[in-house]
């Protein structure tokens, strides 16, 4: 079992960049492949990105592709996500999941732990 917390959400203007982290805490966080999903008000809850346990393959949605970036660092426990040339539409709450031992899914159905979410607002 995994827990995970995000952090680094906010307001910023359209064009401007954010980075947001999640710390997982639990066992064998290598084995498990991490997305990012957002979810506006009133909106289902959208594959961003994702990064595969072990050789750290990355997936990205086609609306965020070339502007997001995903990482990991199997030392500390971490996942990021790089979000650059942030546009109005890209407002939505934020999360992480973690899947087992799987490949990178874009069905939120797939991930078995999830974090409580974090804002980012782009302001026109």
């Known amino acids: 079992q995994v827990q995970l917390v995000e952090s680094g959400g906010g307001l910023v203007q359209a064009g401007g960049s954010l980075r947001l982290s999640c710390v997982a805490s639990?066992?064998?966080?290598?084995?498990?492949?991490m997305a990012w999903f957002r979810q506006a008000p009133g909106k289902e809850r959208d594959f961003v990105a994702g990064?595969?346990?072990?050789?750290?393959?990355?997936y990205y949605g086609d609306s965020v592709k070339g502007r997001f970036a995903i990482s990991r660092d199997n030392v500390k426990n971490m996942v990021y996500l790089e979000m650059n040339s942030l546009k109005p539409e890209d407002t939505a709450v934020y999360y992480c999941?973690?899947?087992?031992?799987?490949?990178?899914?874009?069905?939120?159905?797939?991930?078995?732990?999830w974090g409580q979410g974090t804002q980012v607002t782009v302001s026109s």
């Open positions: 990064i595969v346990w072990g050789g750290g393959l990355t």
């Open positions: 999941g973690a899947r087992y031992a799987g490949g990178n899914s874009v069905s939120s159905r797939d991930y078995a732990y």
């Open positions: 639990g066992r064998a966080f290598s084995s498990y492949t």
